[in-house]
Nanobody
Framework: QVQLVESGGGLVQAGGSLRLSCAHT????????MGWFRQAPGKEREFVAT????????SYADSVKGRFTISRDNAKNTVSLQMNSLKPEDTAVYYC?????????????????WGQGTQVTVSS
């Protein structure tokens, strides 16, 4: 049984930082790409970042490039999202997801397991 549990969300002022973590239970974490998505109120879920199974390849949405960093620890079955220089428009529920294959993917349709989400609120 695969479960993804996010943590690390909260309230932060614009310009601040947060680090989100996602713990994966069950085997085979290390052979799949992982990703982060977010959904703001009244908006569709959008891609934020993805990382390949080895961690050697990453991809980011243009809106977060240069500010967010995705990483993973296959020994600990975790994936993280370091978010710096946060802006009010980053406010959303952030979801961790496990890809259907080992290479990076940016479409939500290519992810098979999802966490419950963690709220990130950035005040101006």
């Amino acid at each position: 049984q695969v479960q993804l549990v996010e943590s690390g969300g909260g309230l932060v002022q614009a310009g601040g930082s947060l680090r989100l973590s996602c713990a994966h239970t069950g085997r085979t974490f290390s052979i799949y790409a992982m990703g982060w998505f977010r959904q703001a109120p009244g908006k569709e879920r959008e891609f934020v970042a993805t990382i390949s199974w080895t961690g050697g390849t990453t991809s980011y949405a243009d809106s977060v490039k240069g500010r967010f960093t995705i990483s993973r620890d296959n020994a600990k079955n975790t994936v993280s999202l370091q978010m710096n220089s946060l802006k009010p428009e980053d406010t959303a529920v952030y979801y961790c997801a496990r890809g259907a294959r080992s290479t990076i993917v940016t479409s939500a349709y290519d992810y098979t397991y999802w966490g419950q989400g963690t709220q990130v609120t950035v005040s101006s």
